[in-house]
């Protein structure tokens, strides 16, 4: 049995899951290596530094770099640690179709590096079936490592908190991976829970599934409402005034970001395309870019209006663009307006300009993500889009 240099190898070890994970273990006592090639953001971390937005990450970073928390672009680490955690996700194809192919070629690139003695530990979300796949294709190339799938849950921007305060759901194929991987995560949280391995990769995709057709619900109760001049804002807050029942009950908004599309996508394949409630999910929060172009297409001459979109990030108070609907708007407006100016509190972007000076150069302004840094913008005289109803206007336009 080989020496292991780190109990701990993250594969993807800088990127938005990984990172907080890796601190994390080497926080609570794990020599930990960060397995990544990208080396501008290795040089930023290495110094202590955070390449994202991750509330108390970066206090915690500089107490553990080069003590327990180690980076590298070396590939060999992977041979010299015990438990892989591997945080790459089975993308979707043109065809919205998960992709297995790159998981394939990924443990080919890797395979070598696998001893029998390691335990591999997946991640990210992946299509249902994958991890059974996995243990198949290592067992035909004689590999007897141990394989797990314990799913990330953590909202991002939140990564420290939630690591430690949040269950953590289990899956393998054995009792001895099981054992040795809840006393892994027992490391963070004191509530772990067990399923089998195809029952995890499901739970993974029905939470973020989930949430993705609750914010289709609401947008398209916005729909509904604004196309017949109605405040959608006035009815739901009637209907959530201390009503038990509409407590989780969301407000309109763009819904995006790297995982709840694709993983929407993902169950809809396993299902054989039967999944019509996704699909009709998946239309009408990828729809609100146009819907919001078309209505103002309605009320004013568009190609005579400078427009101004505030927030560019996927989501509020983060600095994260991946599948943000806010460059779909972009391109929509590109089309039809006469000037579009982008700015985003967080994101420094060739392009982008301050948001007084887009404020200043508009004719109408949409908040497409509703940083906090936004409250005290003095948009007076400004035509208003503002589906978040975050100035409290009613989201009406």
Known sequence: ???????????????????????????????VILYDINQKTIDIVSRGKMPFIEEGAEEVLKRVIGKTLFISSDKEVISESYFIVIVIGTPVDEHLNPEFTIFKKFFEEIIDLIRDDQHIVLRSTVFPGTSEKIKGYLESRGKLAKLSFCPERIAQGKAMEELR??????????????????????????????????????????????RYIQFAISNQFYQITTQQGLDFYRIYDAITYKYPRAQSFPTAGFAAGPCLFKDTMQ????????????????????????????????????????????????????????????????????????????????????????????IGESDIIILATPHKEYTDLDIKGKILVDVWNFYGKGGLF
């Open 1 to 31: 049995m080989a020496t292991n240099l780190y109990d701990v190898c993250i594969i993807g070890g800088l990127g938005h899951v990984g990172l907080p994970l890796g601190i994390s273990f080497a926080d609570s006592g794990k020599k």
């Open 267 to 358: 169950l809809a394949a396993y299902s054989n395309n039967s999944f019509f409630l996704g699909h009709a999910a998946m239309l009408v929060n990828e729809g609100l870019p146009n819907l919001i172009v078309q209505r103002l297409k309605d009320k004013y001459t568009l190609r005579d209006k400078t427009v101004g979109i505030l927030g560019m990030a996927f989501k509020a108070n983060n600095d994260d663009t991946r599948e943000s609907l806010s460059f779909k708007l972009k391109k929509l407006l590109e089309i039809e307006a006469k000037k579009v100016f982008c700015s985003d509190v967080y994101i420094q972007k060739e392009g982008f300009v301050p948001a007084q000076d887009l």
């Open 165 to 210: 305060q949040l269950p953590q759901i289990i899956a393998s194929f054995d009792d001895v991976s099981l054992k040795e991987v809840k006393e892994l995560f027992s490391l963070l949280t004191d509530e772990i829970l067990f399923l089998r391995p195809i029952e995890a990769e499901l739970a993974k995709l029905f939470t973020n599934v989930w």
